[in-house]
């Protein structure tokens, strides 16, 4: 199995920053990609931003102006800077790890969410 968790969560009024962590450790073959996801209350879980083992990025349109993924993959850690937040970015932020434990073969762990509440 694989544990995969987040830390840095937190309130902060709008405009303030903060930096979120997570750890993917255990019985990894290789982790393909680490991405942070959110979910607001009554919302769709929804991506904000992914990275691959190959430094490949992406993100949702709605953070990419203000958010930056980065990862080492020799410590198999993803962090998320969140600047310029908003109201509208409260939510669960989970993150997700791609494992590859055989050819061909891919499993998808979780973490168990950290709160990130930004006030108007």
């Known amino acids: 199995q694989v544990q995969v968790v987040e830390s840095g969560g937190g309130l902060v009024q709008a405009g303030g920053s903060l930096r979120l962590s997570c750890v993917a450790s255990g019985s990894t073959f290789r982790i393909d990609v680490l991405g942070w996801y959110r979910q607001a209350a009554g919302k769709q879980r929804e991506l904000v931003a992914a990275?691959?083992?190959?430094?490949?990025?992406n993100y949702a349109d709605s953070v990419k102006d203000r958010f930056t993924i980065s990862s080492d993959n020799a410590k198999n850690t993803v962090h998320l800077q969140m600047n310029n937040l908003k109201p509208e970015d409260t939510a669960v932020y989970s993150c997700?790890?791609?494992?590859?434990?055989?050819?061909?073969?891919?499993?998808?762990?979780w973490g168990q969410g950290t709160q990130v509440t930004v006030s108007s």
């Open positions: 990275i691959s083992s190959g430094g490949n990025t």
């Open positions: 997700k790890a791609d494992v590859i434990r055989s050819p061909g073969v891919r499993y998808i762990y």
